[in-house]
């Protein structure tokens, strides 16, 4: 008995020819609005394909010959008959397909699935569905509303800006801050990945860096096997470990238990992290939610594209990217984008509210510092590196915002200085017909 050669998938997407018969893996079928979204959970891959895609994979499976699905994918008043042989190369290319004939496709390597980058991966196959089910969901609700209840019933625990500095001094606070806000923000993402464990999908949480900063990874694409509602409990896990936590802090600073202090600046914390997830621009869990319930599958870009083309002539590449944008998308980015632009709205309130006033007061003490202490002392010194570790990548923030904003504006002038050229030349054109 003689084992079939194993070549890598690269390489065996050109191999397919309409005889190929193409052996799948055990792929996942879920529909997704106007779309199915097929993927390899072993992997953690996932597509969405329209539904002529979705038919021709079907048949594919069945083992059929490329040149067969062609035809039988292809309507009768069709122009041309659909590509079912680029079709099952881009499925080779997905590392969805096991052999083509009788040559077995090595697996995708490593380094092409999963979150990218080296450091402590967390992937728990433990399940916990007592702590991530309906129960739990219903909690974190209660939690929510409880919140709501005492900031409004009790003006002492209100929020401000300035209760992230409790400690002596602000660089003090601001150590304590960056060492409360990782562990919190690690255990958001755990409890992402445990609630979708919960469910059977396989995630995975990484620990890793960008530059000098530490970094959290979530791989959640398996929830794509899943129905859209049952996606909803692991997406918004994250959440309800922030609103819990901000409930018990809350709680305790009402009845006067614990440093008040420092539960007042885990507050701001934390409703720091529920407000950065109503910024849907950004992708947010939020986001993630409303994509899995409405049925889409690119609404963040064909939202983007609509907004540009309300203020601004789009390019052909942006104009053809619309165009070719799933129904459902379109149909639901219509009243969405004044959801994505209330995002923005709520970032600004944001910026006024919190940043703003955190910055100037960090910037206030440590011009005081500066000044009012020599070089000898620590308070010199202490303020110095405050200034430079936390005010400076601020204003590198702007910088790079500003330096943004003429790039857009460069690009936005280039094409209309060549517009008079085109249009003379469409004429030319048009008068040698």
């Not at 402590?120 to 219903?138: D, K, M, S, Y």
Request: charged share 15%.
């Amino acid at each position: 008995m003689t084992t079939p050669a194993v070549t890598a998938p690269a390489l065996d997407a050109d191999l397919v020819s309409p005889s190929s018969v193409l052996r799948l893996h055990d792929l996942t079928t879920t529909a997704q609005g106007d779309r199915v979204v097929v993927g390899h959970p072993a992997t953690g891959r996932f597509v969405a394909l329209p539904a002529v895609g979705a038919q021709a994979l079907a048949l594919l499976a069945e083992g059929r010959t490329v040149a067969d699905v062609e035809r039988a994918v292809t309507p009768p008043d069709a122009p041309e008959p659909v590509d079912v042989v680029s079709f099952a190369r881009s499925l080779v290319r997905l590392g969805f397909v096991a052999a083509v004939d009788e040559s077995a496709v090595a697996a995708p390597p490593p380094g092409d699935v999963g979150p990218a980058g080296t450091g402590w991966a967390v992937a728990p196959r433990i399940r916990l569905p007592w702590l991530f089910g309906r129960t739990a969901g219903v909690l974190a609700a209660l939690a929510t509303l409880a919140s709501v209840v005492l900031v409004t019933a009790v003006p002492r625990v209100r929020p401000h800006a300035l209760d992230l500095f409790f400690l002596a001094s602000p660089a003090q606070s601001i150590a304590a801050v960056v060492v409360v806000t990782y562990v919190l923000a690690g255990v958001h993402e755990l409890a992402h990945v445990l609630a979708a464990a919960a469910l059977g999908v396989p995630a995975r949480l990484r620990v890793t860096r960008r530059t000098y900063f530490l970094t959290f990874e979530t791989n959640l694409t398996g929830l794509w096997a899943l129905p859209p509602r049952r996606r909803v409990g692991p997406l918004l896990a994250g959440m309800g470990f922030d609103a819990s936590v901000l409930c018990a802090a809350l709680a305790l600073r009402t009845a006067g238990v614990g440093p008040d202090a420092f539960l007042a600046a885990v507050v701001m914390i934390e409703l720091t992290a529920i407000v950065v997830q109503l910024f849907v621009f950004l992708r947010s869990d939020v986001y993630a939610v409303m994509t899995a319930l409405l049925g889409c599958t690119s609404l963040d870009r064909t939202t983007r594209l609509m907004l540009r083309r309300t203020v601004r002539r789009l390019s052909p590449e942006q104009a053809a990217a619309l165009a070719a944008a799933p129904a459902r998308d379109l149909a639901v980015a219509r009243w969405y984008r004044w959801v994505h632009v209330s995002g923005y709205a709520l970032a600004a309130a944001f910026f006024v509210a919190v940043f703003l006033p955190s910055t100037w007061f960090m910037l206030r003490w440590v011009v005081e510092s500066v000044v009012v202490h020599g070089p000898s002392t620590w308070a010199f010194w202490e303020a110095l590196l405050l200034g430079i570790v936390v005010l400076s990548p601020r204003a590198v923030t702007g910088v790079v915002a500003l330096r943004d904003l003429r790039a857009r504006r460069a690009r936005a002038v280039t094409p209309a200085r060549g517009r008079p050229a085109r249009r003379r030349a469409r004429r030319a054109a048009a008068a040698t017909r």
